[in-house]
């Protein structure tokens, strides 16, 4: 297949593009490299099955650069940390509108599939818990990270209104807190923050009390579900995540376990809206695609160890 990857060089993109190029496809990667990094697609230089170009999908696709025929897209781009998205606002807001609208409107052009890149967070701060698919959710449409959520929730009905009025084959993965090699070290992600500060010997910043709750799933699984979405007959919401819950000060106590580090935690206040937990409910993944996790925390916190350590070395 003939693939486009928008947000390629992003951490979960550049995931995406090596796995989708390990089975045999062309993919066409897109970035406008606002919160991506090259480097994550640095050692795809001289494969031929891979072409880069940096470009913005808010510009609509055939004005400056035109990708060509497609057989699927993954709509992967928009800035996805607190830190980034709250600094780069209008630009979430205009990423998850008009940039996925020119996204679909490519997919609809060649008929290509489409795969949307959604959050748990469109279940903004849950009043049930686990949340599942038909939980509508509990968000703040007016607070600071109202410009990542409602790009979110309005970018799931966009898909939903491409599928129903223009027949396009979408799918729609909300995805759970996620982690590994390439999540930038600096966007202020609780995990590359807690490694970041541990290699380092820097006290973890907790915000709160730390009794906030996460779901963190590493990378590899994340992956494999969105693969399997993508080629499943599903068009409404599928949670990806990993259902093992942690509070904050556990998942400090981990890093400070696989790190070995003696760093002292530092509390911080809590940043506003800040959901008080969070878990998906998979057994629709489960039951639709056959797929679970299968990495724990410490696992996945053991594998991302040698990128950040690396990141430590060159000077990050
Ligand atoms: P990331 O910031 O590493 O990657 C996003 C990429 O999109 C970056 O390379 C950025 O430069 C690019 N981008 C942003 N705006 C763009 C535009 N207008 N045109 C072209 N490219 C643009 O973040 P990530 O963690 O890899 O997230 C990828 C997707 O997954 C995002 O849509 C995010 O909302 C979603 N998501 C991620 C998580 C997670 O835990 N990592 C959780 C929920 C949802
Ligand atoms: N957090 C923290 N210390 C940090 C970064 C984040 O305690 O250095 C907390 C944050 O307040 C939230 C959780 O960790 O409760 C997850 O934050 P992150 O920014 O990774 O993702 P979110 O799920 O909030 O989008």
Redesign the pocket.
Known sequence: MRILVTGAAGFLGSHLTDRLLGEGHTVVGVDNLSTGDQENIAHLAGEPRFQFEQHDICQPFGADFNPGALDYVFNMASPA???EYLRLGIETLRVGSIGTENALEIAAKHGAGFLHASTS?CYGDPLEHPQTEEYWGHVNPVGPRSVYDESKRYGEALVMAYHRYRGVNTHLVRIF?TYGPRLHPSD????S??LMQALRGQP?????D?N?T?SFCYVDDLIEGILRLSRSSEHLPVNIGNPTEFT?LE?AQAVLEVTGSKSELRF?P??QD??AR?RPDITKARILLGWEPRITLKEGLKKSLEFFTSKIAAGS
């Open positions: 940390s607190p830190t967070e807190n202020g992600r609780v995990i923050n807690f973890l910043t907790v915000y709160g730390g906030q996460r904050i998942c911080e809590l940043p800040d959901p969070r």
